[in-house]
C-alpha cells in the first residue's frame, strides 16, 4: 500500500502529533477515533458474552467480535485511502498522515507523564498520586514517592510500545489500514482482554490478537530504549520475560536497565497485593529525578524514530 515514491507519510504523521497532539478541547468536542472501536467492542460484548452460553461459544464469539472489529476497521480505512487518492492525487499522502495523525500518542504521553514528574519535583505528593492515577490501573493513594516514580516509568516505558512504536511500525508496515487495526486491536485488548471470569473466554482472541501485534513493535521498542539510554541492554536480555505480558517486559527491562531502578515488583489493585517480580532486581528505588530521566531517554527515543521514519521515506 506504499508503493509511491517518497511518501512520508510517517514523519509527517509524527510531526502533527508532536506538534499538536491530540488536544483536549477537540477530545471534548468529537472524542477520539478508538472510541468508534470500543463502541463496537461494547455492543458485541454485551449482546454476545452473556453468563448463560458456554466458554466455547464466548470464545467463538470473541474472535467473531475481532474478524468484525478488523475487518470494519481496514474496510473504512481502505475506503479513506481511496477517496484521498482521487481527490489529492500525488498530494495524498498529506491527507494520509492527517488521517494516521491520532493512531499515535507522542505528545499525550509526555504530557500525562510530565504531570506526574512536576508534581513530583515540587514535592506536591498528592497532586503526583492523582496525576498518576490517570495513567496507571493500579490503587495509588497510598503510594509513597517511590512508588509514584516507578509507576510513571513503568507507564511511559509500556506505553512507548503501545501509544508510539507499534502505531508507527504497523502505519510503515501497512499503510493506514495497519495503524488503525493497531489501534482498534490495542483498544480491544485493554477492554475485554482480561483474565478475570467475565472476559477469560470472550476476550481471549483479543489477547492473543494483541501479542501477535505487539511482538516486533516491543523488541523493537527495547532496542531503541536501550539506545536512547546508552544502555540497559543486559537488564533488558535478563529480564525482558520476568513480566507477565511477553511483550511489556521488554520496553520496561530496557528503561529500568537504562536508569538503573527497579520496576515492577509488588502492586496493589483494588485493595488486594500482587506479588510480581522485579524487574531490574538489582537497580535501586526510582526517584523523581530518575521519572525526569525517564522522560528524556524517551524524548530521545521518539528522536530515534523520527530517523527511522525519515529513512523509510527516503528509501522508498
Known amino acids: 500500500m506504499h508503493s509511491r515514491v517518497a511518501d ?8 502533527l502529533d508532536a506538534a499538536i497532539g491530540w488536544p483536549e478541547r477537540l477530545y471534548h468536542v468529537v472524542g477520539h477515533p478508538v472510541g468508534a472501536s470500543a463502541r463496537v467492542i461494547g455492543a458485541c460484548e454485551r449482546h454476545w ?81 492523582r496525576a498518576v492515577a490517570m495513567i496507571v490501573g493500579r490503587d495509588t493513594d497510598t503510594l509513597d514517592e517511590a512508588g509514584v516514580a516507578r509507576a510513571g516509568v513503568e507507564s511511559l ?41 467475565r472476559w477469560r473466554a470472550f476476550g481471549w482472541a483479543a489477547a492473543r490478537i494483541d501479542d501477535a501485534a505487539n511482538w516486533v513493535p516491543a523488541r523493537l521498542s527495547g532496542a531503541v530504549l536501550c539506545t536512547a539510554g546508552l544502555g540497559g541492554w543486559r537488564v533488558m536480555w535478563r529480564d525482558c520475560r520476568r513480566h507477565a505480558s511477553p511483550n511489556a517486559g521488554w520496553p520496561e527491562a530496557a528503561m529500568a536497565g537504562a536508569l538503573g531502578i527497579a520496576l515492577a515488583g509488588p502492586i496493589a489493585y483494588d ?18 529525578r530518575d521519572l525526569n530521566r525517564a522522560l528524556a531517554i524517551y524524548l530521545r527515543g521518539c528522536a530515534l524514530l523520527w530517523v527511522i521514519a525519515g529513512v523509510v521515506a527516503w528509501a522508498q
Not at 478488523?70 to 482521487?86: D, K, M, P, S, Y
Not at 485493595?271 to 523523581?288: F, V
Open 271 to 288: 485493595g488486594r497485593m500482587h506479588a510480581k517480580p522485579w524487574i531490574g532486581h538489582d537497580g535501586r528505588a526510582a526517584t523523581p
Open 157 to 197: 516505558a509500556e506505553s512507548f510500545c503501545d501509544g508510539v512504536v507499534a502505531p508507527l511500525f504497523w502505519l510503515i508496515v501497512a499503510g493506514l489500514p495497519g495503524a488503525w487495526c493497531y489501534k482498534a486491536i490495542n483498544t480491544a485488548d485493554s477492554l475485554i482482554g482480561h483474565k478475570e471470569p
Open 49 to 129: 458474552n452473556t453468563p448463560r452460553r458456554s466458554d466455547l461459544t464466548r470464545r467463538l464469539l470473541g474472535v467473531a467480535t475481532m474478524l468484525l472489529l478488523l475487518a470494519g476497521t481496514a474496510l473504512l480505512a481502505i475506503l479513506l485511502e481511496g477517496v484521498l487518492r482521487a481527490c489529492l492525487g500525488s498530494w495524498a499522502w498529506i491527507g494520509t498522515a492527517a488521517l494516521a495523525w491520532p493512531a499515535l500518542a507522542q505528545r499525550s504521553l509526555f504530557d500525562h507523564v510530565g504531570r506526574v514528574a512536576v508534581a513530583l519535583t515540587a514535592g506536591h505528593l498528592p497532586a503526583a498520586r
Open 8 to 15: 512520508p507519510i510517517a514523519l509527517a504523521a509524527l510531526f
